[in-house]
């Protein structure tokens, strides 16, 4: 997925925009619902996943379909940044002014 796309954080716009690698505008993830969009990873399940910083710290799921709904919200994270996951699926999550990492479950649970 990510080798065909491009993730932007637009925290102006408060929403994440996916490019085809050629530059191509493809979709707007977020729109409405994300405050600060700050980390992006994308995907291969066609979702992606976006830490939102700012009045709703969370990580939220989406998947890349137009006019998509969250698929799950885990909320209250402290400063929510950056997002990796392991190769069981496994979300981290690094948390800026809470100086730690948060573990997340592939269903979106805080463990």
């Not at 102006?12 to 994300?34: C, N, P, Q, W, Y």
């Not at 710290?57 to 929510?80: A, F, G, I, M, T």
Request: aromatic letters at 8%; one cysteine or more.
């Amino acid at each position: 997925m990510s080798d065909q796309h491009i993730a932007v954080c637009d925290r102006k716009a408060k929403e994440v925009i996916i490019f085809g690698v050629d530059g191509t505008r493809i979709l707007t993830v977020g729109s409405g619902k994300l405050k600060s969009p700050w980390g992006v990873l994308l995907l291969d399940d066609l979702t992606v996943l976006i830490t939102n910083w700012e009045n709703n710290d969370s990580l939220y799921k989406y998947r890349l379909e137009p006019d998509s709904k969250p698929v799950w919200q885990c909320k209250n994270l402290v400063s929510p940044t950056g997002i990796c996951v392991d190769r069981d699926g496994y979300i981290y999550v690094a948390s800026n002014a809470g100086k730690r990492i948060y573990l997340i479950s592939p269903q979106g649970k805080k463990k």
